[in-house]
């Protein structure tokens, strides 16, 4: 009896070991599976950039945009006449000298003002009065051709007389001032013609029309002149009076105030 009990009991022990290593050795495993985590997946690390065989290229140059072109000298008055000075300024004009009375006081006047002008300046005037042309030019003014003799038809003839004519012009008052530059033609009376222009620019002038006339060649009265060039004036105007063809005392008037007021709006610049 005590020996079956003795063999029972080392049985029972036997057991008890075998399954408590049993379960010792399962729960290791299973201990393993949750706490190994598969590796995730080895991502390559990049690599640099393969070296271009050229150099890279240069961001575009910034181009400028175009200028508008310069304002044209002519093209804006009757047969590509000058009407305009293609500028605010605005620029006066005196037509019909030299005189010897009237010439001398506008430019006195502009002398004192500080203003600078085109004489549009008669031939047979020219010859008549050459010491007022060297004072014109010794004083910074423009010279204008006019004409010989002021003939308001002079459109009409052959492109060969109007070329004569206007050389002829040309030639007295370079007697007057030797090399004087003559770089504007104006016809009497606004009077173009297509053969006019042509001969023109084919010497080397260019043909000079006006925006602003006061009519001063028929009045004397200086408050209308003054309102009919102040009224009428505009930025780019090209304004007509004169120093010569008659009395030109309501012209001389009015200037004060008209300079005064178109410096003040405008600006006053010379044509050149």
Not at 19 to 28: F, H, K, L, Q
Not at 32 to 53: D, E, L
Request: proline share 9%.
């Amino acid at each position: 009896m005590t020996r079956r009990l003795a063999v029972a009991t080392a049985l029972v022990v036997l057991t008890l070991l075998v399954g408590s290593r049993w379960v010792t050795n399962r729960s290791a495993v299973l201990a393993n599976q949750r706490t190994t985590v598969p590796a995730s997946p080895t991502t390559p690390s990049p690599t640099g950039s393969p070296t271009p065989s050229t150099s890279p290229s240069a961001p575009p140059t910034r181009v400028a945009a175009p200028k508008p072109p310069p304002a044209k000298r002519a093209g804006n008055g009757p047969f590509g006449s000058l009407k305009l000075t293609g500028k605010k300024t605005v620029a006066l004009t005196f037509d019909d000298g030299p005189h010897p009375v009237w010439t001398p006081k506008v430019l006195d006047l502009l002398k004192a003002t500080g203003v600078k002008a085109t004489f549009c300046v008669v031939g047979t005037e020219v010859r008549k009065y050459p010491e007022l042309v060297k004072r014109i030019v010794r004083e910074g003014h423009t010279l204008c051709n006019h004409t010989w003799h002021h003939e308001l038809d002079l459109g009409t003839k052959k492109p060969a007389v109007i070329k004569a004519n206007l050389e002829r012009t040309n030639r007295e008052i370079r007697k007057a001032v030797p090399g004087a530059k003559i770089g504007y033609f104006r016809h009497p009376g606004g009077k173009w013609t297509a053969d006019a222009v042509k001969v023109a620019r084919s010497l080397g002038m260019v043909p000079l029309d006006w925006d602003v006339d006061p009519r001063d060649w028929d009045t004397e009265d200086a408050k209308l002149i003054k309102s009919r060039v102040i009224g009428g004036a505009r930025s780019g105007s090209i304004i007509l009076m004169h120093d010569g063809g008659g009395d030109r005392k309501g012209t001389l008037t009015a200037c004060p105030n008209v300079i005064k007021n178109l410096k003040s709006r405008f600006g006053i610049a010379q044509l050149r």
